[in-house]
Structures are given as C-alpha cells and as structure tokens.
C-alpha cells in the first residue's frame, strides 16, 4: 500500500509541476519566446511569501499577494525586456533569459543566503488525513484538489471566455490577430504577466516539496522545459497531462531505484521527443 | 537524344493530410525542353505538389522518375544531386551573405568541395567566376558584393534563379518567380525566364496569367488535388470547364 | 518556422580577418603573444591562466557548434566532464601517460557527441535546445549516481599524470600544465581556424542562415552537423582532459550546466563567430571573477548574468563587435589612416 501514497505523492507533484509550467506553456506558445527564467520568477514568489507569513500573514494571503507581485514583476520584465527580442530569435531570448537568471539567483542570495528558506504549511492543513489504506499528509492532498480545481478553472477561462478566445486567435496566427484589431501588445504582456503570476503562486504552494533556496531557479528549470516539450508547447491539456505523467513517473522510479531515477526520466524524455518532437498531443494551436 | 523519354515522369502521385486530400493520383510528364505552366485556384495544391516532387514532402503514393532514374524514396538533397532544383514562393536566400557567396556556395556544394580542408583556395576563385558569370547573365552582377538583406525583391527573386540555374538542373520547379514582385522590376524576371536554357525542362506555377500565357507551351490545371485538364494556351484559354473553376459557375 | 539562431557577427563567406589590410596577419601575434606572456609574467596566478587555458578551449568548442553551425548547444558541458572522467578514469586505472589521457579523453567526447548529435540533429530550434539540455542533466545525474565510476559527489581522486615527454613533471607551480594546456589548444586552434575557412566551414555558415536553403542546393544538413557536433564535442572532451590532468582531480561540477552557461556568457561577451572571441571572453570573464570573489562569490554571478542581458539587448557581436565599431569610427575619423 505504500505504492498508492507513492502515486500520490507523484500526483502532487505533478500538480505544482502543471501549475508552474503553464504559464511557461502558454507564452512560448503564445509568444514564441523561450523564457529560460520562468523558474526564477516561481522561485521569486516563494521568497516573497516567505517574508510576508514571516511578517505575520497567514499562507494564502501570502501566497496570493506574492503571485500578485510576481505578476507584476513579469509585466515590467515583459515590456523592458522581453519585448525587444521577440524578433530576434531564440537565441538571444534564452541567453537574456539564462543571464536574467544568473541575475535573480545571485540577488536572492545576497539578501537570503544560500539555505533552503522554508516555508511553513498552514496548520490547518498540516499533520495526517487517514485514508483508510494509509495516513497520507494533508497538505499534499489539497495540493492534488487545488491542482485540479485551478486546472478546470484555467481551462474554462481560456476555452469559455473572451480572453480565452482571443488568446487562441493569437497563438494561432498573430499577424491575423492584429490585422483584425486586437492589441496583441496588451494580450502577450498580460499573458505573460499571468504565466509568471502562476508561476509564483506554484513556487508559494509547491514550497514542500520544491523548497525554496536561490538555485531553484536553475535546478527545476529543466524538468519545466521537460513538461512544456513533451506536452507539446502551447497546449495546455498537453501540459496537465505531461505534468501530471512526469510528476507520477519520476516519483515512482525514485521509489523503485533510488539511484537512477534521474537519468532514466531524462531518458525516457530523450526518447519520447525523439518519437514525437511536438510533444505527447500534439495540437497545432493553442489550447 | 532520347527525344521520347520524358525528364520528369510522374505516376499516381497522392498525398492526404487526414481527410484533405492534397494530391489525388497525379499524372504529369515533363520531356526535355519542356515548358509548362501549372495553374489553379488557391489551395488547388500546387505548391504542395512541388514539395512532392522537391521530397519536402513524402507521398502517400505513386512514382517520380527523373531522367529514368526513381527518385520517389530519396531525400531533398539527395533529389537536388540528380538534377531536380527548385526556386521558392517566398525567398529562401542566405540574407546575411553577398550575393556572390551565394551562388559561388552553390556552385562549391555541385562541385562536392565540402570536405576539403586544404588547398581550396583555386578551386573557390572558380567557383566566383562562375558565380560571377551567373550573375552576369541576369544582369545583376553590380550588385555581387552587396549582401542579400540589402537588395529590393525583384533582385531578391533573380538571385534564386541564378543559384537555380547554377546546380545545372535537367528539371527545374519554379514557384511563382513573379510573385510579389513589384511592377517596375517583374520585366526583369521575365526576361530571365524567357532567356532559360532551351535543354531544361520546366515546371512553373504562377497566378499571373499574362505571364503563364507567354512562357508555356502546355498549361495543366490542378484543381483540388486532381489535374483538371491539360492543354496548350489556348485550349486552355477556351475551356468552359477552367473558366467555371476561375470564375464560378455563373461567369462560364 | 522559427527564425534560425540570430546572432551577429560577420557573415562567413565574407570574412577577412584584421579588415583586410596586408598586415591582417599581425593581429594573431596579439593574443598568442599575450598567452606566452602570462607564461613568463603570471608568477603566482600561472595555475589560473591554466583554468582560462581550458575555459577558452571550452568556449571555443561552442563556437563552432553555436556560432558558426547554429547549433543551439546549451549542454556541452556535458562533453566537457565526460572528457574529463574518461582522462582521470585512465590515468588511474591504465597509465598516467598524459598524453593518452589527452587523446582518451578527446575521443570519449567525440563519441559522445556523435551518438548524441546522430539522435537529435535533425531538430532544431527550441526542441534541439531542450534536447542538448534534456541529454546534459541525464549525464549529469548519471554522473552522481555512478559512484563507483565516478567519485560521486567527493569527486575523482588519486589521478596521478606522469611527466610529459617522460621530461616535464606536472608540479604545484603548474609551468609544465599551463605550456601544455596552451600546445593544446593551439593545435586546435588551428584546426577550427582552418576548417571554419573551408567550405565545409561555409557550408555550415550556410545552414546556420538557412537549412532549407542549403538543402535546396543539395547539402546533406545532418551529415555536417553531426560532423561539426562531433568535432566540437571532441574538443570540448580535450579541453575537460586538460582540466582533468593540470588539477589531478575530477568534480561534478564539471557536468554542471553551469559550465556550459559560464562558456556562454565568456563566447557572447567575446563575440561569436570570430574565435578570437572565446579569448577575449574567457579573459574578461577570469578577470572580472577574479575581482568580484574578493568582494562576495555572489557578486560575479550577478555581474555576468547582468552583462550577458546587457550584452544581448545592446551589444551584438560582444566585445569584439565593439572593438569592430571602434576601429571603424576611428578610421573614420583618421583620413588617411592606412586601410584596404
């Protein structure tokens, strides 16, 4: 029975996974732009919690605010920085990105220091559930629920609502999108605003078991690139699913064979890219 | 001279995406010397027949022989090397490199230099010379040492022609050479096209109709995948059938 | 169709080195000149000269990749540390023979970099750089995980390198290891010179610009790049060897992407597609850590994030491109100043 807390466990952390990679998802797909520091800005949000529940607020206060910041950060980001290098190419987007990183990273730890900041799960949600199999932590079963919640919700926000609409004209055709009138400047800076909020709410809530500590940024980055490629970029179901696989599979190897958990995950990611180079469900547009 | 044997034989071509059926059972003959025009309305599959024929796309089904030579299973490259070449709709051009370098790159890969590390250099001034001649004969060898990026369209387009011309192609593809070309500078395109080898057999799509009228001999007419009809001009010209697909039913 | 690797440097094709004046020759002597000089002048910080020795090696090898080919390589790191395991694995277990090691090493990463580059060439773009990255943490964590092979995370010890030649002892000045690092990599440099001068060289020039074009006129695009992966991938496995050999000693940090992002920072602040650049970069970089880790060992993380952003959004072309700029305004300026 220990495997099915395993297959939670995996489940959970599938769902920090999907809720910081979407973001990622959405504005490569939306704007193309490879945006190596996507795991800054989760990381960013997880201090920032950090201070305010230090300060006396309580965890979702913070958490929310903290996105909210983030959010705002990767607006201003958007616009200074990211914005002048859509055309150039992917290169100049991921060296910006990675030196964007280099940047956070050293800030964060002259003001931090290099240990894991911790941030403490709110009480009423810590300790045990007994799940009749297994006591299984609380925390980590709202995490699988709020996953699922935010996921649907996302979901009928880009499918059901205007935005939602907007958002796939323009990652299916930008130049038409404009064409017909949409201020597509707006969409992508507030899109990417919203990827980063996201983001940094993940890096809040996924705290326990991504901990907080100034190379974050770069140690997860890769495993949110893993899930956006092998979702396929700009696919959002494809991001849930590829997350939620991810989180499962690498957990469980991790059980299996403590030591080569890690390189069989990137390898099976290897392989499977290879097979399918758009990812697991391909879909040609967005969402 | 082989005067039956056909440069380019295509049989039963197909290609489907799904249910869009790009290319249904097409049959085309080009012999030496040929030139044809083929013609349609927008999304008749033209340019995806092209990249049928280039290998850019892998048919579904049926049979290219280029020369007697089936060419069907092989890869662009490996296409270009056996003589059939293509210009591209939209410029495809090294835009950071002069124009020289462009044809002289070519005429280099042609030649199989690639894998030389020494002793190049005499063999590199031939291949400037020749690029250089290239040039000449469209008229644009002023503008060898100026860097593609930096030229109007038009010139953009005969450059594509001149490193088309330059691989020696026994069949050559052209994907509207004209199009997007302004007004003042489309003469220049049309008298490098009527100036082409007389021993090549090509294959020109184009929606300008004046210029299809004046550079085919034959004029075939892709309509959904499916070639509607063959002709000369003006058989083609006077087909109430084409004039249906062009004008709707209402205009035949 | 995403837009092919955008960076700036003079087109191959059109090169020509030192502007072209009849005394463009010269202008080599500079930086092989200032390497023998550290040699005589370094004193106590030869043993650093060494390490930027082999960060050059390093660099280059990604500018050949990335530079010139358009190979978007984050992950050659991942060559850089297999080079340098094999060369410690073989001077422990078969003969300290340096120079064994040296071509043990080199060929362990060209291996690696031709079965690698084999699978994933035919992509490009962003899903080529995820793979590269995919590849470079997988040999990263088998790395950690291989104990056995690899020394884990207290690293590869007792790698003991005989005398060069039987004449030169490595010793703790390091005068033997940095002449040898610099042999090294003029050997190499001279290769790189020559074959980015080739038209095999131009080729690659080409299909950086445009693979479609390159395949229109018959280029075989995967078989050029999977050589120019392998080649670079081979010299990146020397330049770990080196590593290997004048440290006696192996980390994980050598599979680290912070190797490769370091290599990165030091070929765009240089500027690529000129080789030079890889020096000028590495010696900037060097420099400038060397000052920063007085102060906070943070702090050059931070100065060469920054620089690498502000390199990116302002200064095309590195530093080199800048001293391009500079010699054209100042030619500009000087009538009559000596030019082609």
Request: hydrophobic share 55%.
């Amino acid at each position: 029975m220990a495997f099915l807390s395993v297959l939670l466990d995996g489940a959970a952390y599938g769902m920090i996974l999907f809720i910081i990679s979407v973001g990622l998802t959405v504005t490569m797909g939306l704007m193309r732009v490879v945006n190596l520091a996507h795991g800054a800005f989760a990381m960013i949000g997880g201090y920032l919690a950090a201070v305010m529940i230090q300060k006396g607020l309580p965890f979702f206060a913070a958490a929310i605010a903290a996105a909210l910041a983030v959010g705002v950060l990767g607006a201003v980001a958007e616009v200074l920085l990211y914005k002048p290098l859509y055309r150039r190419g992917e290169l100049p987007q991921a060296l910006m990105t990675f030196g964007l990183t280099f940047v956070v990273i050293a800030a964060l730890t002259s003001i931090f220091g290099s240990n894991v900041k911790p941030l403490a799960v709110p009480v009423w949600l810590a300790g045990n559930t007994n799940l009749g199999f297994t006591q299984y932590p609380t925390y980590r079963l709202f995490l699988i629920a709020l996953g699922a919640v935010m996921a649907l919700g996302l979901w009928l926000l880009i499918d059901r609502t205007l935005y939602g609409a907007r958002l796939r004209a323009a990652v299916d055709n930008a130049r038409m999108a404009r064409a017909v009138g949409m201020d597509v400047n707006l969409l992508f800076t507030g899109t990417f605003a919203g990827g980063c909020a996201l983001a940094g709410f993940g890096g809040v809530v996924g705290a326990d078991m991504l901990p907080v500590e100034p190379y974050y940024a770069l140690r997860y980055l890769v495993i949110f690139l893993v899930v956006v490629a092998v979702g396929g970029i700009g696919n959002f179901k494809g991001s849930f699913v590829a997350a939620l696989a991810i989180g499962i599979v690498s957990t469980v190897f991790t059980f299996l064979l403590p030591g080569a958990s890690a390189y069989i995950v990137y390898a099976m990611v290897l392989v499977l890219l290879l097979w399918r180079p758009h990812g697991l469900l391909p879909a040609k547009s967005a969402p | 001279m082989n005067g039956d044997s056909p440069a380019l034989s295509v049989r039963g071509l197909s290609k489907s995406f799904g249910a869009l059926a790009v290319a249904q059972a097409i049959d085309l003959d080009l012999e030496p010397g040929a030139r044809v025009g083929l013609i349609g309305p927008n999304g008749a599959g033209k340019t995806s027949f092209v990249n049928l024929l280039t290998g850019m796309l892998r048919a579904d089904a049926g049979s290219i022989v280029l020369d007697g030579g089936d060419i069907t299973g092989l890869k662009p490259e490996a296409r270009v090397r056996r003589g059939l070449v293509r210009t591209h709709q939209i410029n495809t051009l090294l835009m950071e490199t002069s124009l020289r370098d462009n044809v002289a790159i070519a005429v280099a890969e042609r030649e199989n230099f690639a894998w030389r590390f020494l002793r190049f250099t005499p063999q590199w001034r031939r291949c400037l010379a020749e690029a250089e001649a290239q040039l000449a004969s469209l008229g644009i060898d002023e503008l060898a040492d100026r860097k593609v990026a930096e030229l109007p369209y038009g010139q953009q387009r005969l450059l594509e022609i001149a490193i088309a011309l330059v691989l020696k192609p026994r069949v050559l593809l052209l994907d509207e050479p004209a199009a997007g070309v302004p007004a003042a500078e489309a003469h220049a395109i049309h008298a490098a096209l009527d100036k082409l080898p007389a021993d090549i057999a090509i294959l020109m799509i184009e929606h300008d109709m004046d210029l299809v009228f004046r550079f085919a001999r034959r004029i075939a007419v892709l309509v959904q995948g499916r070639v509607l009809t063959t002709g000369t001009p003006r058989e083609i010209a006077a087909d109430p059938q084409v004039r249906a697909v062009y004008l709707g039913r209402s205009a035949a | 169709m995403t837009a092919r690797p955008d960076i700036s440097g003079p087109a191959l094709a059109s090169l020509r080195f030192g502007g072209g004046s009849r005394f463009g020759w010269a202008w080599h002597i500079l930086p092989w000149g200032v390497a023998l000089a550290t040699y005589f002048l370094a004193g106590a910080y030869l043993t650093l000269g060494t390490a930027a020795l082999e960060m050059i090696l390093f660099t280059l090898s990604i500018d050949l990749a990335l530079g010139y080919a358009g190979i978007i390589t984050f992950g050659q790191a991942a060559f850089f540390g297999v080079g340098a395991y094999a060369a410690g694995l073989l001077s422990i277990h078969l003969t300290p023979d340096p120079i064994l090691g040296l071509l043990f090493g080199t060929a362990i990463g060209a291996l690696l970099g031709l079965v690698t580059g084999a699978l994933i060439l035919h992509t490009e773009g962003v899903t080529l750089m995820m793979l590269t990255l995919a590849i470079a943490s997988m040999i990263g964590a088998f790395g950690e995980q291989a104990g056995d092979l690899t020394g884990g995370d207290n690293g590869l010890q007792g790698i003991h390198i005989s005398p060069l030649f039987g004449l030169f002892p490595f010793d703790l000045w390091g005068s033997t290891a940095y002449l040898y690092a610099l042999g090294v990599l003029f050997l190499w440099f001279i290769a790189a010179w020559r074959i980015v001068r080739s038209p095999f060289g131009r080729s690659l020039d080409g299909i950086r610009q445009s693979p479609r074009r390159m395949r229109a006129i018959g280029t075989p695009v995967w078989w050029r790049l999977v050589a120019i992966y392998t080649l670079a991938a081979a010299m990146a496995g020397s330049a770990g060897a080196l590593k290997a050999q004048t440290n006696q000693f192996v980390g994980l940090d050598s599979l680290d992407l912070l190797v490769s992002g370091t290599a990165l920072v030091m070929l765009i602040l240089g500027g690529t597609r000129r080789l030079y650049g890889a020096f000028v970069g590495a010696a900037f970089y060097v420099v400038v850590q060397n000052l920063a880790a007085e102060f906070d060992p943070f702090r050059w993380m931070f100065v060469i994030g920054g620089l690498l952003v502000v390199i990116v959004m302002f200064l095309d072309g590195g530093l080199m491109g800048l001293a391009d700029w500079l010699r054209g305004a100042a030619l500009r300026i000087l009538p009559g100043a000596a030019r082609k």
